[in-house]
């Protein structure tokens, strides 16, 4: 009789903890990551007709900052707050006789939602250790899904072979223009302890605008569309039993 009660007090043990453990992710829900990206272009101005080229024509880089909430251990919310930069060259010969080169600098809001095919916790990876011991049992190694959709404000400038700007042109429209768009990609991220990780992401967007190069023409009815890979750095959040964030605590 002794004996099966010593049994069922190490079962019950062993399940506390493994709900303890489980539950641990909610105290750390909140993540910034702060990302550096390049941007290959597929608009009007470029080479459309060879898009491998054309994804090294007039590569720019890019800066972001990502807000990011956990919903679940598998399952977060983000906002994507990205200043680009898109550039691109005609080359002649390839676009019906027109040579333009454009330089836009666009911001990008999205909201998105992201699913962890490899959740934040359990084992790939083992856990973070600290000189205390195991800080926590999260996967080391994350991998994600993302789909969101938002806005874009763009202003370009275009520019022919002598530097002068194709005001006759119908299909130059300077100024600023607001379209929307619809990112989806995926990515992944490292830990390299409690607090930061690095990541790496690539993700396609579809736009409703054929502005973010400032030109419109009439050999193509696509809109706008462009890649973005993006290398980042991730800082988690304490957060207390309520959910609110701790800035000015470290991770135990």
Do not use: C
């Amino acid at each position: 009789m002794k004996r099966n009660f010593w049994i069922l007090i190490a079962v019950i043990l062993t399940f506390t903890g493994i709900d303890a453990n489980a539950q641990r992710w909610k105290l750390r829900r909140y993540e910034l990551d702060f990302g550096i990206s390049a941007v290959p272009f597929y608009g009007d101005i470029g080479r459309a007709n060879k898009p491998f080229a054309n994804a090294f024509n007039g590569l720019r880089p890019s800066i972001g900052v990502t807000p990011r909430f956990m919903i679940r251990q598998d399952l977060a919310v983000s906002l994507d707050l990205t200043y680009l930069m898109f550039g691109g060259k005609d080359v002649e010969g390839e676009t019906h006789g027109r040579v333009y080169s454009f330089n836009s600098n666009v911001f990008q809001h999205y909201a998105r939602i992201e699913y962890f095919l490899l959740g934040t916790a359990g084992g790939l990876g083992g856990g973070i250790y600290n000189r205390r011991g195991m800080v926590n049992n999260y996967n080391r190694l994350q991998v994600y899904l993302y789909a969101g959709a938002g806005g874009i404000l763009s202003s370009a400038k275009v520019i022919d072979e002598e530097g002068n700007e194709p005001i006759d042109n119908p299909g130059y429209l300077p100024g600023t223009h607001y379209g929307f768009g619809f990112p989806v990609g995926g990515g992944f991220k490292m830990s390299l302890d409690p607090r930061w990780s690095i990541g790496l992401e690539m993700g396609y967007h579809f736009t409703t605008t054929d502005l973010l190069d400032g030109y419109q023409s009439d050999w193509s009815d696509y809109k706008d569309t462009y890649y973005l890979v993006t290398l980042k750095a991730v800082y988690r959040i304490r957060n207390d039993k309520r959910g609110r964030p701790i800035f000015n605590k470290y991770y135990r």
